[in-house]
Protein backbone atom coordinates (compact mmCIF):
# COMPACT_ATOMS: atom_id res chain seq x y z
CA UNK A 1 0.00 0.00 0.00
CA UNK A 2 0.47 3.93 0.11
CA UNK A 3 2.55 3.78 -3.49
CA UNK A 4 2.88 7.31 -4.72
CA UNK A 5 3.36 7.74 -9.08
CA UNK A 6 4.61 10.41 -10.85
CA UNK A 7 4.28 10.98 -14.89
CA UNK A 8 6.26 11.67 -17.00
CA UNK A 9 9.27 9.85 -15.15
CA UNK A 10 11.94 12.00 -17.59
CA UNK A 11 10.89 14.89 -19.90
CA UNK A 12 12.70 16.84 -22.38
CA UNK A 13 11.65 20.43 -23.25
CA UNK A 14 12.45 23.39 -25.01
CA UNK A 15 12.90 26.77 -23.90
CA UNK A 16 9.96 28.73 -23.90
CA UNK A 17 7.06 26.07 -23.32
CA UNK A 18 5.13 24.62 -20.41
CA UNK A 19 5.81 21.35 -18.56
CA UNK A 20 3.25 19.70 -16.88
CA UNK A 21 4.14 16.82 -13.98
CA UNK A 22 1.38 14.86 -12.41
CA UNK A 23 1.77 13.05 -8.80
CA UNK A 24 -1.10 10.69 -7.77
CA UNK A 25 -1.61 8.25 -4.88
CA UNK A 26 -2.81 4.94 -6.43
CA UNK A 27 -4.07 3.04 -3.44
CA UNK A 28 -4.97 5.92 -0.37
CA UNK A 29 -6.66 9.56 -0.71
CA UNK A 30 -3.93 12.13 0.19
CA UNK A 31 -5.51 15.00 1.77
CA UNK A 32 -1.77 16.93 0.89
CA UNK A 33 0.94 16.62 -1.33
CA UNK A 34 4.31 18.32 -1.39
CA UNK A 35 6.52 19.10 -4.29
CA UNK A 36 10.30 19.12 -3.93
CA UNK A 37 13.48 19.97 -5.82
CA UNK A 38 16.33 18.46 -6.42
CA UNK A 39 20.07 19.67 -7.53
CA UNK A 40 22.18 17.29 -8.64
CA UNK A 41 24.02 16.59 -5.65
CA UNK A 42 22.32 18.44 -3.69
CA UNK A 43 19.38 17.84 -0.77
CA UNK A 44 15.44 18.09 -1.74
CA UNK A 45 14.65 21.83 -1.05
CA UNK A 46 10.84 22.21 -0.64
CA UNK A 47 8.92 23.64 -3.71
CA UNK A 48 5.12 24.06 -1.87
CA UNK A 49 2.45 22.23 0.00
CA UNK A 50 -1.03 21.31 -2.16
CA UNK A 51 -4.00 20.89 0.05
CA UNK A 52 -6.85 19.41 -2.11
CA UNK A 53 -9.16 21.99 -2.93
CA UNK A 54 -7.21 24.83 -1.88
CA UNK A 55 -4.35 26.81 -3.33
CA UNK A 56 -1.08 25.63 -2.84
CA UNK A 57 1.04 26.95 -0.23
CA UNK A 58 4.96 28.09 -1.41
CA UNK A 59 8.22 28.17 0.53
CA UNK A 60 10.02 31.58 0.13
CA UNK A 61 11.64 32.42 -2.83
CA UNK A 62 9.74 30.17 -4.73
CA UNK A 63 7.67 31.35 -7.79
CA UNK A 64 3.94 30.59 -7.68
CA UNK A 65 3.27 31.89 -11.30
CA UNK A 66 6.02 29.88 -12.63
CA UNK A 67 5.59 27.41 -10.65
CA UNK A 68 1.79 26.22 -10.67
CA UNK A 69 0.36 23.80 -8.73
CA UNK A 70 -3.04 22.41 -8.70
CA UNK A 71 -4.46 19.88 -6.36
CA UNK A 72 -7.97 18.98 -7.92
CA UNK A 73 -8.89 15.47 -6.00
CA UNK A 74 -7.63 13.77 -3.45
CA UNK A 75 -5.52 10.93 -5.64
CA UNK A 76 -3.77 13.85 -7.86
CA UNK A 77 -1.82 16.90 -7.79
CA UNK A 78 0.12 18.54 -10.76
CA UNK A 79 3.04 20.77 -11.37
CA UNK A 80 3.63 22.94 -14.21
CA UNK A 81 6.71 24.51 -14.99
CA UNK A 82 5.78 27.59 -17.18
CA UNK A 83 7.97 28.99 -19.63
CA UNK A 84 10.65 26.58 -18.73
CA UNK A 85 14.07 27.43 -19.08
CA UNK A 86 17.52 26.10 -18.62
CA UNK A 87 17.88 26.63 -14.81
CA UNK A 88 14.68 24.66 -14.23
CA UNK A 89 16.26 21.57 -15.01
CA UNK A 90 15.97 19.15 -12.45
CA UNK A 91 14.66 16.47 -10.28
CA UNK A 92 11.18 16.93 -9.54
CA UNK A 93 9.55 14.83 -6.32
CA UNK A 94 6.43 15.10 -4.76
CA UNK A 95 5.30 12.93 -1.99
CA UNK A 96 1.98 12.61 -0.88
CA UNK A 97 0.48 12.36 2.66
CA UNK A 98 -2.95 10.63 3.80
CA UNK A 99 -5.58 11.30 6.10
CA UNK A 100 -4.19 9.64 8.90
CA UNK A 101 -3.79 13.46 10.58
CA UNK A 102 -0.16 12.13 11.54
CA UNK A 103 2.50 14.71 10.52
CA UNK A 104 5.41 11.95 9.91
CA UNK A 105 3.27 9.72 7.04
CA UNK A 106 4.89 10.96 3.71
CA UNK A 107 4.84 8.61 0.74
CA UNK A 108 7.24 9.75 -1.96
CA UNK A 109 7.15 9.62 -5.44
CA UNK A 110 9.59 8.46 -7.35
CA UNK A 111 10.89 11.60 -9.40
CA UNK A 112 10.69 13.24 -12.68
CA UNK A 113 14.13 14.10 -14.65
CA UNK A 114 13.07 17.66 -16.39
CA UNK A 115 15.81 19.10 -19.21
CA UNK A 116 15.52 22.25 -20.63
CA UNK A 117 17.17 22.91 -23.79
CA UNK B 1 13.07 26.46 12.76
CA UNK B 2 15.12 23.14 12.32
CA UNK B 3 18.22 22.26 10.59
CA UNK B 4 19.68 18.72 9.52
CA UNK B 5 23.11 18.18 9.44
CA UNK B 6 25.22 15.43 7.16
CA UNK B 7 28.17 15.58 8.32
CA UNK B 8 29.84 13.47 5.43
CA UNK B 9 28.90 14.48 1.55
CA UNK B 10 30.53 10.79 0.79
CA UNK B 11 31.73 7.82 2.12
CA UNK B 12 33.23 4.91 0.64
CA UNK B 13 33.42 1.27 2.40
CA UNK B 14 34.60 -1.96 1.33
CA UNK B 15 32.22 -4.68 1.12
CA UNK B 16 31.59 -6.42 4.57
CA UNK B 17 32.82 -3.76 6.55
CA UNK B 18 30.56 -2.01 8.98
CA UNK B 19 29.72 1.91 8.18
CA UNK B 20 28.00 4.95 9.85
CA UNK B 21 26.40 7.87 8.61
CA UNK B 22 26.33 10.49 11.02
CA UNK B 23 23.39 13.10 11.71
CA UNK B 24 23.12 16.02 13.30
CA UNK B 25 20.16 18.28 14.20
CA UNK B 26 18.72 21.48 15.72
CA UNK B 27 15.31 22.18 16.69
CA UNK B 28 13.65 24.46 19.25
CA UNK B 29 10.30 21.51 19.16
CA UNK B 30 10.62 17.92 19.41
CA UNK B 31 10.16 15.91 15.99
CA UNK B 32 10.73 12.66 14.14
CA UNK B 33 13.32 11.69 12.60
CA UNK B 34 13.78 9.41 9.39
CA UNK B 35 16.43 8.34 7.67
CA UNK B 36 15.32 7.96 3.73
CA UNK B 37 17.22 6.17 0.71
CA UNK B 38 17.72 7.00 -2.56
CA UNK B 39 19.03 4.90 -5.81
CA UNK B 40 20.16 6.60 -8.73
CA UNK B 41 17.26 8.15 -10.53
CA UNK B 42 14.87 7.29 -8.07
CA UNK B 43 12.39 8.93 -5.52
CA UNK B 44 13.18 8.59 -1.65
CA UNK B 45 12.13 5.60 0.24
CA UNK B 46 12.05 5.36 4.11
CA UNK B 47 14.85 3.12 5.89
CA UNK B 48 13.62 4.33 9.46
CA UNK B 49 12.10 6.18 11.49
CA UNK B 50 12.46 7.48 15.24
CA UNK B 51 9.10 8.53 16.44
CA UNK B 52 9.18 7.82 20.12
CA UNK B 53 10.09 4.88 22.88
CA UNK B 54 13.00 3.17 22.40
CA UNK B 55 16.30 4.99 21.23
CA UNK B 56 17.44 2.25 18.91
CA UNK B 57 15.58 2.29 15.57
CA UNK B 58 16.36 -0.91 12.69
CA UNK B 59 15.01 -1.18 9.26
CA UNK B 60 14.56 -4.62 7.68
CA UNK B 61 17.89 -4.56 5.67
CA UNK B 62 20.32 -4.15 8.76
CA UNK B 63 20.70 -0.94 9.42
CA UNK B 64 19.77 0.69 12.69
CA UNK B 65 20.13 4.53 14.27
CA UNK B 66 20.09 5.89 17.25
CA UNK B 67 18.21 8.81 18.78
CA UNK B 68 20.37 10.70 21.35
CA UNK B 69 18.80 13.89 22.51
CA UNK B 70 21.50 14.99 24.38
CA UNK B 71 23.80 15.09 21.28
CA UNK B 72 21.02 15.60 19.10
CA UNK B 73 22.12 13.22 17.15
CA UNK B 74 20.50 10.12 14.51
CA UNK B 75 23.40 8.54 13.28
CA UNK B 76 22.75 5.50 10.48
CA UNK B 77 24.85 2.49 11.03
CA UNK B 78 25.08 -0.94 9.64
CA UNK B 79 27.87 -3.36 10.49
CA UNK B 80 28.51 -5.23 7.37
CA UNK B 81 27.30 -3.43 3.97
CA UNK B 82 26.41 -4.95 0.89
CA UNK B 83 27.21 -3.72 -2.35
CA UNK B 84 23.08 -3.22 -3.34
CA UNK B 85 23.63 -0.78 0.11
CA UNK B 86 25.15 1.81 -2.72
CA UNK B 87 23.33 4.50 -2.78
CA UNK B 88 22.10 8.17 -1.27
CA UNK B 89 21.15 8.27 2.23
CA UNK B 90 19.08 11.57 3.77
CA UNK B 91 18.81 12.12 7.17
CA UNK B 92 15.31 14.21 7.78
CA UNK B 93 12.95 15.24 10.79
CA UNK B 94 9.73 16.73 10.63
CA UNK B 95 7.90 18.78 13.87
CA UNK B 96 5.84 17.15 15.98
CA UNK B 97 3.14 19.54 16.98
CA UNK B 98 1.36 21.40 14.04
CA UNK B 99 1.36 24.93 12.95
CA UNK B 100 2.96 26.07 9.88
CA UNK B 101 5.52 24.08 9.58
CA UNK B 102 2.82 20.80 10.20
CA UNK B 103 4.12 17.51 7.85
CA UNK B 104 7.13 19.93 6.08
CA UNK B 105 10.28 17.36 5.85
CA UNK B 106 13.30 19.33 6.32
CA UNK B 107 16.48 17.22 4.40
CA UNK B 108 19.97 17.19 5.19
CA UNK B 109 22.75 17.35 2.17
CA UNK B 110 22.75 13.67 1.59
CA UNK B 111 25.41 11.21 1.89
CA UNK B 112 26.32 9.12 -0.76
CA UNK B 113 27.45 5.60 0.60
CA UNK B 114 29.33 3.70 -2.07
CA UNK B 115 30.34 0.24 -1.24
CA UNK B 116 33.28 -1.31 -2.96
CA UNK B 117 34.20 -4.62 -3.65
Known amino acids: GAVVSQHPSRVICKSGTSVKIECRSLDFQATTMFWYRQFPKQSLMLMAT?????????EQGVEKDKFLINHASLTLSTLTVTSAHPEDSSFYICSAKGTSGLSYEQYFGPGTRLTVT | AQSVTQLDSQVPVFEEAPVELRCNYSSSVSVYLFWYVQYPNQGLQLLLK??????LVESINGFEAEFNKSQTSFHLRKPSVHISDTAEYFC???????????????FGQGTILTVHP
Open chain 2, 92 to 106: ALVPRGGGTSYGKLT
Open chain 1, 50 to 58: SNEGSKATY
Open chain 2, 50 to 55: YLSGST
